[in-house]
């Protein structure tokens, strides 16, 4: 079973920076999309970056121009660079990873960001 493994969550104020990674234990990792996703305090699960096997990304609106996806395959690690961070961007963030088969498709269990204003 494939493993995914979010690091990086914490406390920081508005306007700082953060780094998260997810890891991906498959030797296939290049055939891999990975997206991000965020949970806020009593909100639904939402969709806040995404990159694909070959590279091309896709970023939810309210993060564009702040937050940047890439990926290391030699390390089999999806970044989530997020700057000019903001109290809404508190959320629960969780790494899913979908092999391009679509036959793996699984979740890591999440890592807390939280914003002080």
């Known amino acids: 079973q494939v493993q995914v493994a979010e690091f990086g969550g914490g406390l920081v104020q508005t306007g700082g920076s953060l780094r998260l990674s997810c890891t991906i234990s498959?030797?296939?990792?290049?055939?891999?999309?990975v997206a991000w996703y965020r949970q806020p305090p009593g909100k639904q699960r939402e969709l806040v970056a995404t990159?694909?096997?070959?590279?091309?990304?896709n970023y939810e609106d309210s993060v564009k121009g702040r937050f940047t996806i890439s990926r290391d395959n030699a390390k089999n690690t999806v970044y989530l660079q997020m700057n000019s961070l903001k109290p809404e961007d508190t959320a629960f963030y969780y790494c899913?990873?979908?092999?391009?088969?679509?036959?793996?498709?699984?979740w890591g269990q999440g890592t807390q960001v939280t914003v002080s204003s």
């Open positions: 899913n990873a979908r092999s391009v088969n679509a036959l793996v498709n699984s």
């Open positions: 498959d030797r296939t990792f290049n055939n891999y999309e």
């Open positions: 990159i694909t096997s070959g590279g091309i990304t």
